[in-house]
């Protein structure tokens, strides 16, 4: 007696199947390591920052990430229409996040005005406590738009860590950002 | 490879190619400058009422849409019990997904930068997110709910205009690019449906909503083709028709009767056949083990391996059961359908038989008894006796599905057989004259005791209510004519039931956190 024909249809839902488990594993591979080391708003980042411009249209800046310092990472960034924000954290400071967050206003209530971080920026600081732990939120005040830091700090290393983060965290004018976009990667950016 | 699968394949790698191209610059340029143009051109037909309805129609894509539509079809996957498909349906969600979000983290893209834009939106542009899921809830609806054939297609067509509506409203309202929707389609709609087709094909796993087990499989179409070649094949059968029999009295099995074309060699006209696949091998472990965890192992219950074993061992009991005498089917082998997949054991077709239902003779109740009294002596327990698996032909009974049958059983366990015959065969006599055959082959102690040993739990499904719409209470009356004994203790304790019950309970638990990290990941809470 012969051996039966195996149906086949079989065989190639085996072939389709394996073919797309194969381009699934490259994309997700290539992709997924990508995306860990990637979903930073870095400053050489310019379509990440247009996304966080897009996300506020009337800012004259935008917060980006320059070198972070060792110890320290980003490990959330949300942009939706109307805001933006992203987390900063450093191994010395496990549990409290910089919260990084960029709105069309804010309210500065009674916060205290501090050395400007660019020009036509204001940048406030209102601080909620000083000891056992150095928290608040610091302001960037500028036309159409407002950056707020929300830290929340180990006192001892809250100096170094305030430093750091402020020297992390850049404002590049919007008008720079369209102007990369196009000449770099040929993209537009409205307005 | 059928066209539909092709073409499904070469989307799928377009769309591969696509992603991992717009990586370079340059053509990320190239790509938006076309996708820009194309959005500027949708932009000037902007008016008051066009931008209203967009809104109201990319509603489609909403977080909370998607979540009343996966909701739903995960509800009438469970409750319809189609696990197969919940689990492709589970697995689908979960990589599309995360891949989606791996790709958009990945390519970082923009939102259109050359019109103004006029809805809300979320997260990175290229792929379409709310395109995706749209796709992933329409896909998994339809390749899990709607049976193939002309209501698929329909669906399909729905599903499809759909899709093209919330596409629209995003690329009027200057939410996506149009290779965001395209990308959006792509993983949401094209991969699934192929991973759907691959894991769950429905020659296998079909899709249908008709009365009876759930076990039997639909023995038309292709895989009717398949046993057809392979009964001529492997065991020169020319097969003239096939049809289902006999489909209420099996849970674990398709049972089909073969009509033949004799032949020089073969002259039989017609042989029965029991369809296995990997449900039922499915059906049979989660059988085994809810009875382990219940019940304390009634039996030596280990469940087979392979669909091939289940087949295997069935044709083995034929033949030991033939060798001793006892009248079951002549087997005639089996044929292998799809391999590791799907065989067909096939036998002889018991003609001019009857089933119970008539008063039965004392000859024909004897004629059962003995049947048990040999299964006895030959060191054989059937494990299934009950009127669907018994027929009678010129007054004598026949026994039939030998499937659960075991060699070497417990003494307990052959006793549940002398029991169940017995309360088989008072269906259609009286207890009394059951009794009567019964000492001819049996001493009382040796009827006391199986008796004693009869539960709800050892009396088939079949049996039990038969046993409760007759009323007579027939195990009572039976076990007054015998002697007096203790009821024999079904539950037994030993270390596999302790362990295997820890291990389900952790398994369950398991389960639930692993069903809440898995709906937080996929956002469907």
Known sequence: MNRPTRPAQRNARCVLAACVLLATTIIVTASGCAAVRASTPACRSLARLGLVAQSVPSAAYVPCVNDLPPGWSVPSFDVRRGSTQFALLSDRSQGHAVKVRLTGGCQTGRAEPTTSRGPGVQTFIRLSSIDPRYAGTLYDVFPGGCITYRFDLRRGPHIALMQEFEDSVMLMPRHQLQSELHTELGLQLQP | ?525
């Open chain 2, 1 to 525: 490879m059928g066209a539909h699968d092709r073409i499904l394949l070469l989307i799928a790698v377009v769309g591969a190619v696509l992603t991992v191209a717009l990586d370079f610059r340059p053509v990320m340029a190239a790509v938006t400058r076309a996708d820009d143009t194309i959005l500027g051109w949708i932009s000037d037909l902007r008016t008051p009422a066009l931008t209203a309805a967009a809104d109201r129609v990319q509603a489609l894509g909403s977080f909370w849409t998607i979540r009343i539509c996966a909701w739903l079809t995960l509800a009438a996957l469970i409750g319809v019990r189609r696990l197969r498909h919940l689990a492709v349906y589970l697995a689908v969600f979960l990589g599309c997904s995360l891949l989606g979000t791996a790709v958009a983290r990945s390519l970082g893209r923009m939102r259109p930068g050359n019109v103004t834009i006029l809805a809300g939106w979320s997260g990175y542009a290229y792929p379409s997110a709310p395109v995706v899921a749209l796709g992933l809830v329409l896909v998994g609806a339809i390749h899990t709910l709607v049976p193939a054939g002309r209501w698929r297609s329909r669906a399909a067509y729905v599903a499809a205009g759909l899709m093209v509506a919330l596409i629209l409203s995003r690329l009027y309202l200057g939410v996506d690019h149009p290779t965001d929707a395209l990308a959006g389609v792509i993983l949401g709609s094209v991969v699934p449906a192929a991973v759907f087709l691959a894991a769950a094909p429905e020659e296998a796993f079909p899709v249908a909503y008709r009365r009876g087990q759930r076990a039997h499989l639909d023995i038309g179409g292709a895989r009717g083709a398949a046993i057809t070649q392979a009964l001529n094949h492997q065991l020169g059968l020319s097969v003239a028709a096939l049809e289902p029999f006999g489909l209420a009295g099996s849970a674990g099995s398709t049972p089909m009767r073969i009509r033949l074309t004799p032949t020089p060699v073969r002259t039989e006209t017609q042989v029965f056949a029991k369809l296995y696949a990997l449900n039922h091998l499915r059906s049979d472990r989660w059988y085994k083990l809810a009875r382990t965890v219940l019940y304390g192992r009634l039996e030596d219950e280990k469940p087979f391996s392979t669909v091939r074993r289940l087949a295997e061992y069935e044709d083995h009991m034929l033949r030991l059961l033939r060798d001793h005498g006892l009248p079951t089917p002549r087997p005639y082998g089996f044929v292998e359908i799809t391999p590791e997949r799907e065989y067909a054991i096939v036998m002889e077709y018991f003609d001019g038989t009857a089933e119970l239902g008539s008063t039965l003779a004392d000859e024909t109740v004897s004629s059962g008894l003995a049947i048990v009294r040999k299964l006895w002596d030959a060191g054989v327990a059937h494990r299934d006796i009950k009127p669907s698996n018994l027929l009678i032909r010129d007054g004598q009974v026949l026994l039939i599905d030998v499937a659960f049958a075991t060699v070497r059983p417990t003494p307990w366990r052959q006793a549940v057989d002398l029991a169940n015959m017995m309360l088989t065969l008072s269906l259609y006599s009286t207890p009394r004259r059951v009794f009567d055959q019964a000492r001819r082959y049996f001493t009382a102690d040796e009827i006391a005791e199986a008796l004693a040993a009869s539960r709800s739990i050892t009396i088939p499904s079949q049996l039990r209510s038969l046993l409760q719409a007759d009323g007579r209470d027939l195990l009572r009356q039976l076990t007054r004519m015998a002697p007096e004994r203790a009821p024999v203790a079904i539950q037994l304790w030993d270390l596999r039931r302790l362990y295997v019950t820890v291990a389900v309970l952790a398994g369950l638990a398991a389960a639930v956190a692993a069903t809440a990290a898995y709906l937080q990941t996929t956002s469907l809470l």
